[in-house]
């Protein structure tokens, strides 16, 4: 989708193939190191024995390394393994069957490697049908101000003026924010936005969800419980009523589970008001994008979140749905659910405003009140 995108994947693709390559050679002389110690099984075993023991143990060390990087390391393991057995086997066949062995060994890495890091097929990215702006419209903007994995800088006060103006820039009256590190970061970034600014931080640890607004409201941690996810509401009492935005932060990589209970809470919690209500943020759920090696890293259970996407489609229709990636790695894991009863006269995706160390580009989305019986508001489905 973008070349800035494609060099993300190709990236992510010979990290992880040096990385298998590098866990079979520690393997190696590990291996070897303890059959001299122990005086066993020296130059003994069989070549499928010895090739399903070097995988082995190179697959545990790629596991401890994910633990180090703050990396799911089953996940990990899963989406190297092909590598880990190419790799395998040229160690272990690699001298005796010569040029053929390591052509052999080399195909299937390279292979593993384009499937790691091909992008889905460029797609026409679907124009959502918007509506006539109005004065009173609410212009929200959603926006992961954190860093990237692994180990990417988190948001820092650094940003802040950055941020900051971004926000002017675009016009936004409510701001859903996530990975804020506290609410003394979102504080500071309230004074740099001038007066006017309320909003809170969730209680979540990790890097949480917030909302400010400068239209007024009354600020709610809607919850959650997990690290690295939850919800904040801003509720705001207009003349066409009450209308309810929800800032969400999904816990990232194998929490397919964790993911579907914070969708079932905002379900549970909307529904029940049945105020008009807005929900936006990062659901770490991508179900257009599709299958690579990768994807054993950043989810569990490819099905359950594409359920939990079903779900949370029951509370209205995201604008952007079927258009540009707001994440890195060609991801589209930032939505922005809109009530039926609230029309959408613009959407954005600013590409530009991101900032170094950042894997998130902000979204723009112009709604409406009510809709007053005019056509070209979204429709949920």
Sequence with gaps: RSRAELGGWWMAGMSLALCSWLAVALAAVLGRAAADRLGAFRGGGGTGLRFVGLALLAASIVGLSGLVLQLPPIGLVVASSPVLAAASFFWIRGRGAGVRAGIAAGAVAFLVCVKLFTMPGEAAAEEPRLAAQRPDDVVLMTWNIGGGAP???AADEGKIPAVAEAIQRSGAQVVCLQEVPSQAYLDKLRAALGTGWRGKVGAAEGGAAAVMSRIGGEFEDAGGGFAGGGA??????????RLNFVSCHAPPGRRSEERRSLADWVLNTVRASEEKT???GDFNIDPERGWTFLDPVLSDSRTRDRGTWRALSVLGADPGEGGRATASLGRRIDWVMVDARMPVSDFRLLESERRA???????????????????GGLAAR
């Design 357 to 375: 160390g950042m894997d998130h580009a902000p979204v723009v989305v112009r709604v409406g009140r009510d809709l007053d019986g005019e056509e």
């Design 278 to 280: 807005v929900v936006a």
């Design 232 to 241: 904040v509401v801003a509720r705001i009492t207009t003349d066409a009523g």
């Design 151 to 153: 180990r990417f800088p």
